[in-house]
Every structure is written in C-alpha cells, then in structure tokens.
C-alpha cells in the first residue's frame, strides 16, 4: 500500500503536507511532514474540489476575512502547494467552506454572514473579487451571553437526505439553531427553515443518516437527535446525550467534531465520533465513540478513547474502509493517526507528529 498523504490546516499561517505510511517496509507505522504552504493568517478550514482535488480552498479567520486557493501537483509532487487565488470571504473570520463544482460557499464566523464566489477548476480559479453575501437572522442574545451575542455560522454542508434539491445546512452556534436554505429562481441562497435546540446549546456541526439528523452542540457538549423529513415537514426531537461519561462538565470544555463513516465490509456497525476539548485530564481529551446498534434514533455512549492531545478540534477519516483517524491537539500534542480496532467500537494510536513539526492543527483532508 502506497503512503497516503494527509493536509493539515492550522492556527499558524500555514497547511502542512503530511505522509502517512500504515505499511512501511519495516518497522511501525510512520508519518512525516513532506512540505509546509504558507497562505496567510489561520487558515483553519481546508477543503477540495469536487471534480479536481489537487485545488484545495481555505479560509483565513481573520477580521478581514480571506479565501485562497491552493494548487497541488505543479511540480510533479503533490508535496508543497501555490496559492493561485484569493478573495474576499464576504465577512469576518470565514470558518467554513463548501465547494460545488462551480460555487464557493463560505460561512463567515464572526459577521454571521454566509457568501458565495463563482470558482472554476481553470485559472483565475475565483471568477469574481466580489461575493454574494446573506446575512443570518439574529433576534436576542443567547444564554451563553459571551458567545451568543449574534450569528455564528460554524459549519455548512449539503443536506445528504434531500435527494431532490440542493439543500444547506448550516448550524448556528449564536442563534441555537440549524438554518436550511434553498436555492431560489435567481440562484440565489434562502432560508426556508431551520432547526431549534435547547437555550444555550450552540450547535457547531451535524452529520446524517437514514432520516436522521445528529447535532452536536459546543457549549453544552451533547449530542442532539432529530427525526429529520424533507421540507417543509418540521424535524422531531428524539433525545439528546452528553459527549462525556463524568459529569458535571466544566463550563470550559467544549465538544468540537462529529463523524459518521458509512458501514463497510471492515467496520459493518455504524458509530459516531464526536471529540471533545480542554479535558483537564492528565491523558488528554477524549474521542467519544456512540453506537447505533439499538436504531439510527438511539445513539448509545459505548467507548471515550483517551487522546494526549489538548483541545482536538479537527479529526477526519481516510485509508481503505476508513481505517484511520487522523486527529490533532491545537494546543498541545501535535498529530496522532489512530486506527480502528474491535470493529470501531475502540481506536489505538499508531503513529504520531510532535506539536514542534505541525503547529496548531484545526483540520485535516485526506488527498
């Protein structure tokens, strides 16, 4: 098996290259940084083009907000990238990216805005300097009063259960709920529903499955699930669970990623991975491993894996069957690859980079 490589973004000013290696010719599993592709400041979300994944966009979370795009390859290596474009991201700290084949669509943290760029596989790769923007409703400030005080777009994504339109998804840790937009006549992106959670609750991501919606909520630290049909229907709570085993949670700790790898020959139960941050334990913060063997509606805590990294933010499938898990500590620990054991109920460290090589990783993107 060829050694895979893994980009990193980060809270430096860089998206590292990595090679993984899961069988080397002698010895353990190894993984070592191939390259280092300075963009500007944190870029902390990476994604690929659909149709050409050596074209890599970010963003960069700053007050201005940016987005670039990086190629890969140009050298005959896929190891360091160039940046071929940039934009404006249409708000304030963009921390999210969706790429459709011919649309950029940007979820601006700080200005509560969502934008749009037409992007191409082609140069200039970013048709337009000037984006489309929305700004997300905001009635009142949340009981998180530090955190809740407008709209905070923190990850958008396309609905996996409409089959018949393109519909986002877009959760909002600063209005409680999950927006779902729509595409009007004029092509053009509009709310037609949304999703309320619990006061307080700051939804930060969401996968699906089946006809059900899970969301993880930040600054609580659960995990909500909703019976979830096509609109206009209204969703159904079901239930809600905490990411962690002890309890009470301190205000500081944060649930951050959720992953819902599709069932394979290799890992045919479904589980959720939901990770965690600012665990005071001496062992690092924990991956939270739920089963679903009881039903897509009733997610069961079977397993917290223990990481010895400080605050995971970022974690992301990839190899054969999604046997790997590479995940990072921004504030400690650098980056550990984990694989999968006891049919996924269980993950174990098999390779790992200190904090001195990669520098505050947020994200990963398997190439």
């Not at 397993?303 to 974690?315: A, D, K, P």
């Not at 992301?316 to 500590?329: I, N, P, T």
């Amino acid at each position: 098996m060829a050694p895979l490589t893994i980009f990193v973004a980060s809270y430096t000013d860089s998206i590292y290259t990595l090679s993984f290696d899961p069988v080397p010719s002698t010895g353990s599993p190894t993984l070592n940084l191939l390259a280092r592709t300075i963009v500007g400041h944190h870029p902390s979300w990476i994604t690929s083009h659909p149709s050409d994944k050596s074209l890599i966009y970010t963003g960069l979370e700053q007050a201005d907000g940016e987005v670039a795009a990086i190629k890969y390859g140009r050298g005959g290596t896929v190891e360091e990238g160039e940046v071929v474009a940039r934009a404006k991201s249409g708000g304030a700290d963009p921390c999210s990216l969706l790429v459709a084949e011919d649309e950029l669509i940007i979820g601006n943290y700080s200005s509560g805005t969502i934008a749009t760029l037409p992007i191409s596989t082609s140069a200039p790769y970013i048709l337009s300097p000037h984006p489309w923007t929305l700004s997300m409703p905001f009635e009142h400030v949340g009981r998180n009063k530090t955190r809740q005080s407008s709209s905070h777009p923190h990850q958008i994504i396309f609905n996996p259960l409409n089959q018949t339109e393109k519909e986002l998804l877009i959760p909002d840790l600063g209005t409680d709920k999950v927006w779902r937009l729509t595409k009007r006549n004029d092509d053009k992106w509009s709310i037609r529903g949304h999703i309320d959670f619990e006061a307080g609750g700051g939804p930060r991501h969401v996968a699906a499955r089946g006809n059900t919606l899970y969301t993880l909520l930040e600054l609580t630290s659960k995990l909500a699930v909703h019976i979830f049909p096509p609109l206009p229907a209204p969703p159904t709570p079901l239930t809600s669970l905490f990411t962690l085993s002890a309890l009470p949670i301190p205000d500081n700790m944060l649930a951050a990623e959720i992953l819902l790898p599709e069932p394979n020959a290799s890992f045919p139960e479904t589980f959720i991975y939901t990770s965690n941050r600012n665990d005071p334990h001496s062992e690092g913060d924990t991956i939270a491993i739920f089963s679903l063997t009881a039903g897509e509606g009733q997610p069961e805590l079977v397993n917290e894996v223990r990481t010895g990294l400080i605050h995971v933010r970022g974690m992301a499938f990839g190899g054969d069957e999604d046997k790997y898990l590479v995940v990072g500590g921004v504030e400690g620990g650098g980056v550990k690859v984990f694989e999968r054991i006891d049919g996924g109920k269980g993950l174990q460290e098999i390779a790992k980079l200190g904090e001195d090589v990669v520098g505050r990783p947020t994200g990963f993107l398997w190439h």
